[in-house]
Each structure stands twice: as structure tokens, then as C-alpha cells.
């Protein structure tokens, strides 16, 4: 069923962008990078302090402080830079899979996509793929004429238990499943 593949498609696209979005708004992100930056802030305070009593200090002692202001800023650049080419990445998957929403969104028949969106107001992800004879999110057990049905009818089959669209993990286990 062509509607079931791309309802599938949704779903996953509307995962990536879920995913991505956790990635932008990931608070260990920002703690990475507020301490990295309180590190080289804070030693290069430091440093500045006992500089000022150039004097006092010995050779290699001013060479030790100086590798270390050193290492302290280039950590906080990379992990900087790291962090903006992560976040810029996430920004592009999103980007994509919008795309790839609003094809979807034209391509499937409205009927459909008011049952996707009607489901997904009250669970994640409206569709459940069937493992073992078993809705894969509720662990219902999903009968074998349920089972033909999702293969054979025109119409889209609901777990009896969770009211979530069932779909075959992939097309190997279709044709496992209209062989048996
Ligand atoms: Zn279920």
C-alpha cells in the first residue's frame, strides 16, 4: 500500500527533525562550551595578575603560563567550532526533512494525513511497525487475517490496543508474511 510507505516517510522525516531539534536545544552543549570558555577566561585573569610581576617570575615559569593560556583558548575554540559545524549540521537535516514534510504533505490523500496527525496528538509515532505477530509499540498481539489485511486490503489497519497505524518494518518481511 503506497499510502502506508509514505506515511512511513512522514514519520521518519518528523523523527529527524525531533532529533535534531534536541541536538540545537541539548543543554550539555552549552555547558560544554561555558566551561571551556570560564577555563581560558579565568586562567587568562590569572595569567594577566602574575605577568603584571614579570620580574618575580622565573623563564620557565613564564613559558609554563604561556603553553597553558595557549592550550586553554585553543580548547575553547575548538570546542567552539565544533559546536557551530554540530549545530549547522542539525540546521541542514531539519531543512531537508521540512522538505521532505511538505512533499509528503501534498502527495498523501488528506484523509490520511488527518488520521497521521489526529493520532499523533495523543502518542508518538502513529505508526507501529509488527514484530513477532506484535505491535511493536504497545507489544499488542496483532492477528494473522490483521496481519494479511495490512498487505492485502486498500484500507489501513489500526492496532486494536494503542489505535496506532500498523506497517511492516520493511518489504522482506511483506513477502514473509504473504508466504506463510
Ligand atoms: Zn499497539
Redesign the pocket.
Known amino acids: 500500500m503506497v499510502v502506508l510507505e509514505q506515511l512511513s516517510e512522514l514519520q521518519k522525516n518528523l523523527e529527524i527533525i525531533e532529533e535534531n531539534n534536541k541536538i540545537i536545544r541539548s543543554g550539555s552543549n552549552i555547558y560544554i562550551l561555558n566551561k571551556a570558555k570560564r577555563d581560558y577566561e579565568n586562567f587568562k585573569a590569572l595569567y594577566e595578575k602574575k605577568i603584571i610581576h614579570k620580574e618575580t617570575l622565573k623563564e620557565e615559569d613564564i613559558d609554563k603560563l604561556q603553553v597553558e593560556l595557549y592550550y586553554k583558548k585553543e580548547t575553547f575554540h575548538s570546542v567552539k567550532r565544533v559546536m557551530k559545524e554540530k549545530i549547522q549540521r542539525a540546521n541542514e537535516e531539519i531543512e531537508k526533512a521540512q522538505a521532505e514534510v511538505a512533499r509528503l504533505k501534498k502527495e498523501i490523500p488528506e484523509k490520511y494525513l488527518i488520521i497521521f496527525f489526529g493520532i499523533l496528538e495523543t502518542q508518538t509515532s502513529p505508526i ?1 511497525t509488527i514484530k513477532n505477530s506484535r ?1 511493536s ?2 507489544k ?1 498481539k496483532i492477528e494473522d487475517n490483521e496481519i494479511y489485511n495490512i498487505n492485502n486490503n486498500d484500507e489501513i489497519v489500526f ?1 486494536p ?2 489505535g ?1 497505524i500498523l506497517s511492516h518494518s520493511h518489504k522482506k518481511d511483506d513477502k514473509k508474511c504473504i508466504a506463510k
Do not use: L, Q, T, Y
Open positions: 507501529s505491535c509499540a504497545c499488542h492496532c490496543s494503542c496506532r
